[in-house]
């Protein structure tokens, strides 16, 4: 790795986390618009300017590298199974509309990012489009993807580990997993993040053994495995409402790639280079994700090897692929890229997130503060860890499953895409009036139009529970927001 990447891979938090001191712009988008003088509605982008403490390091190559380290390539081995059964033996399928979602949504980002080069991500987007109400909301709506993340990600190392020592319960796995990210997080980041390197490429090594030894097991056993254009598309088995919900599962290994926005202020280009880092993120990782599903559906295409057990679909997939070596393997690196080195990314992001937040008036201040030693917003760390032992438990006495416990993250990071889409339509398309030329018109209107419906259809389709959780959040939020305001009288500062 160049120094660079190190850089950038150890900065990526702090960019996050002085997002609300983003400092204004210098001069407004469009002049017109600016005029209009809307206190709830700021529309001058976040330029860098004399005195902002973030240093324009990072390349594209960069931001790709920390994006994957977060997205995990493997990720949708801890999913298969689900997605298998929701999609009628195609998952391959859904992770491409997955993809298709995802894209829209990318130039959405694109856009976005260059009229507001700030690292708030899409609540400072919203914010400055819509008002100061809908930014929160938006906010509100990244807390409860991120909220959840950590107690998720624990909930599928502990059943890969779990499927190979069944003898250990799973509550004891997931705490086990906690304390270990707990720890790290308290002590500091430098360690984690060179660590997080090596994981990446033991990830990789993982994903091209298992391709490669179920191509070799396809080949030798053409009776029951095939390379089968239905393993991808089988119309007779193809059933919208499943097919969607398969989707809304999916779209888990998809959804982080908006946190490369969190480093738009230490991009060398600020208004292009994070563009092009997601899309070439988001393609990179749609082939391996594609790759690994296919082939695992083309070893087993009926699903014989996991009937009744989905949670562990993958892993018995990797043994009939090439013995109990593989499934040890592909458990052993999904538990550890999950519940360790994800856990630490994530966990230290949503705490930035929190940070940001809190700086802005939005949650309480004592999540502001940060520990100079760890240069990490501390407070916030710990409360991220007590929150993950408590949704631990009521994830496990409740019954509620892994995945659904996906989909409610999901729900809450397609929820602030359907907003992201809609942003750039009233921002591009009604008030800078951006509509000359056939770029203009798939930019502004037709493909985050597309983006928006998308993702709002996958949203509705993650099932009653998550829904149901998904929406009281969003009261909750409403009336969280109205306390602040109305009787706290707080001003609210979302970059």
């Given at each position: 790795m160049t120094e660079g990447t190190t850089k950038g891979t150890a900065a990526a938090p702090q960019t996050a986390s002085t997002a609300s001191a983003a400092p204004a712009a210098e001069k407004a988008p469009v002049k017109a618009h600016a005029a209009s003088g809307a206190d709830d509605h700021p529309t001058v982008a976040t330029n860098k300017k004399k005195g902002d403490p973030f240093k324009q390091t990072l390349t594209v190559k960069d931001m790709v590298v920390w994006g994957l380290i977060t997205m995990v390539p493997i990720s949708p081995m801890a999913v298969y199974g689900g997605v298998f059964a929701d999609s009628g033996g195609m998952p391959t399928l859904a992770f491409l509309i997955g993809f298709v979602a995802v894209l829209f949504s990318v130039f959405s980002f694109g856009i976005m990012i260059q009229h507001f080069p700030s690292s708030g991500s899409i609540f400072t987007y919203v914010s400055h489009v819509f008002g100061k109400a809908p930014g929160f909301i938006a906010g509100w709506l990244m807390l409860l993807q991120y909220l959840v993340s950590p107690a998720m990600v624990y909930l599928i190392a502990a059943i890969a580990i779990h499927s190979l020592v069944p003898d250990i319960p799973i509550l004891a796995l997931c705490f086990g997993f906690l304390i270990i990210v707990g720890v790290v997080s308290l002590i500091g980041m430098k360690t984690a993040m060179v660590v997080n390197k090596i994981a990446l490429i033991a990830q990789l090594v993982v994903l091209a053994l298992f391709v490669g030894c179920g191509i070799i097991y396809i080949v030798g056993h053409p009776g029951s495995a095939n390379f089968s254009p239905e393993n991808i598309v089988?119309?007779?088995?193809?059933?919208?409402?499943?097919?969607?919900?398969?989707?809304?599962?999916?779209?888990?290994?998809?959804?982080?790639?908006?946190?490369?926005?969190?480093?738009?202020?230490?991009?060398?280009?600020?208004?292009?280079?994070?563009?092009?880092?997601?899309?070439?993120?988001?393609?990179?990782?749609?082939?391996?994700?594609?790759?690994?599903?296919?082939?695992?559906?083309?070893?087993?295409?009926?699903?014989?090897?996991?009937?009744?057990?989905?949670?562990?679909?993958?892993?018995?997939?990797?043994?009939?692929?090439?013995?109990?070596?593989?499934?040890?393997?592909?458990?052993?690196?999904?538990?550890?890229?999950?519940?360790?080195?994800?856990?630490?990314?994530?966990?230290?992001?949503?705490?930035?997130?929190?940070?940001?937040?809190?700086?802005?008036?939005?949650?309480?201040?004592?999540?502001?503060?940060?520990?100079?030693r760890t240069n990490s917003p501390l407070n916030a760390v710990i409360f991220i860890i007590c929150l993950s032992i408590v949704l631990t438990l009521v994830f496990h006495f409740s019954g509620i499953d892994m995945n659904t416990v996906?989909?409610?993250?999901?729900?809450?990071?397609?929820?602030?895409?359907?907003?992201?889409?809609?942003?750039?339509?009233?921002?591009?398309?009604?008030?800078?009036?951006?509509?000359?030329?056939?770029?203009?018109?798939?930019?502004?209107?037709?493909?985050?139009?597309?983006?928006?419906?998308?993702?709002?259809?996958?949203?509705?389709?993650?099932?009653?529970?998550?829904?149901?959780?998904?929406?009281?959040?969003?009261?909750?939020?409403?009336?969280?927001?109205?306390?602040?305001?109305?009787?706290?009288?707080?001003?609210?500062?979302?970059?």
């Open positions: 089988n119309p007779a088995k193809f059933e919208f409402g499943g097919t969607m919900s398969a989707v809304s599962l999916a779209v888990m290994s998809y959804v982080g790639f908006g946190a490369i926005a969190t480093l738009t202020q230490e991009a060398k280009d600020p208004k292009h280079g994070p563009s092009r880092a997601m899309l070439i993120m988001s393609i990179v990782l749609c082939v391996l994700y594609v790759a690994q599903c296919f082939i695992a559906t083309c070893v087993d295409p009926s699903g014989a090897a996991f009937q009744g057990d989905t949670d562990n679909a993958f892993y018995a997939v990797a043994k009939l692929a090439a013995g109990p070596w593989l499934m040890v393997i592909c458990a052993v690196g999904v538990a550890l890229a999950q519940g360790v080195f994800t856990a630490i990314a994530q966990q230290n992001s949503i705490a930035f997130v929190m940070f940001t937040m809190a700086k802005g008036g939005c949650l309480p201040k004592f999540m502001a503060k940060m520990d100079k996906v989909k409610i993250s999901n729900f809450g990071a397609l929820s602030t895409y359907v907003m992201l889409n809609l942003s750039v339509i009233v921002f591009c398309w009604f008030q800078l009036k951006e509509r000359k030329g056939a770029k203009a018109v798939f930019m502004h209107l037709i493909f985050p139009a597309l983006g928006g419906l998308v993702c709002f259809a996958i949203m509705l389709s993650v099932g009653d529970i998550a829904l149901a959780v998904g929406f009281i959040f969003i009261l909750i939020g409403i009336v969280y927001y109205l306390v602040l305001t109305k009787v706290l009288k707080r001003q609210i500062d979302l970059g």
